[in-house]
């Protein structure tokens, strides 16, 4: 996130989500549902695949 210059805070505003949620995602802690994965992927304009598990 660093790369991009953007904290996880600014990151789950922007989406919609908790900020302790996207922090356990990105921990592997915990796998974004189906809604919070098509946030991210609207976000990004990425397909919300890239981040559900395989």
């Given at each position: 996130m660093n790369a991009?210059?953007?904290t996880q805070q600014a990151l789950a505003d922007a989406v919609?989500?908790?900020q302790s949620a996207l922090s356990a995602f990105l921990?592997?802690?915990r796998?974004?549902?189906a809604a919070h994965a098509k946030r991210l992927g609207d976000h990004f304009g990425v397909s919300l695949t890239v981040f559900?598990?395989?």
């Open positions: 991009n210059r953007l919609g989500i908790a921990k592997d802690r796998v974004p549902t559900l598990p395989l």
